[in-house]
């Protein structure tokens, strides 16, 4: 998916706490990783869950391989709301959650680092704690 200017421009205020610049590279980021590594046949859940994150938080419209555009999910609850800021706290918390359960579910196990990335993304761009879940300095200074 590529994030546009329109994109970027259209993300909620009270969704991110951090620079809107700053959000909008590390989900740049997130996603033209995503699409590398899906060209080779890879994946990398901790990157997937940043991309979902950021999708969610940006409230923004996604399109799957079979055509139809619809809201990105919240990646967790998989609710189809637009993300406000109760949500965003009742999806922290259920993320907070899911990383505490033991035994670790079968399908989390499958996907090593997922919800990792959400927790990253979540605690950088909404609580503004820690830092970004991607580093992007090395295209800033490449640009």
Same mark, same amino acid.
């Given at each position: 998916?590529?994030?546009?200017?329109?994109?970027?421009?259209?993300?909620?205020?009270?969704?991110?706490?951090?620079?809107?610049?700053?959000?909008? !590279?590390?989900? #740049?980021?997130?996603?033209?990783?995503?699409?590398?590594?899906?060209?080779?046949?890879?994946?990398? $859940?901790?990157?997937?869950?940043? /991309?979902?994150? /950021?999708?969610?938080? !940006?409230?923004?419209?996604?399109?799957?391989?079979? =055509?139809?555009? *619809? &809201? !990105?999910?919240?990646?967790?609850?998989?609710?189809?709301?637009?993300? *406000?800021?109760? &949500?965003?706290? @009742?999806?922290? *918390?259920?993320?907070?959650?899911? @990383?505490?359960? #033991?035994?670790?579910?079968? $399908?989390?196990?499958?996907?090593? =680092?997922?919800?990792?990335?959400? &927790?990253?993304?979540?605690? $950088?761009? $909404?609580? #503004?704690?820690?830092?970004?879940?991607?580093?992007?300095? *090395?295209? @800033?200074?490449?640009?």
């Amino acid at each position: 998916m590529e994030v546009s200017a329109t994109d970027v421009a259209r993300i909620p205020a009270g969704n991110i706490r951090v620079p809107r610049q700053e959000f909008a !590279a590390v989900w #740049r980021e997130a996603e033209y990783r995503n699409e590398a590594l899906g060209a080779r046949g890879e994946s990398d $859940w901790f990157n997937a869950g940043v /991309c979902v994150t /950021c999708r969610w938080l !940006a409230a923004t419209d996604v399109r799957p391989t079979d =055509g139809r555009w *619809y &809201l !990105a999910p919240s990646p967790i609850t998989r609710r189809t709301a637009r993300a *406000y800021e109760e &949500l965003i706290v @009742a999806e922290h *918390y259920e993320a907070e959650k899911l @990383a505490l359960r #033991r035994p670790v579910p079968a $399908w989390l196990q499958r996907r090593p =680092g997922w919800v990792e990335g959400i &927790l990253a993304t979540l605690n $950088w761009a $909404w609580r #503004r704690n820690g830092q970004p879940p991607i580093d992007v300095s *090395y295209r @800033a200074a490449a640009q």
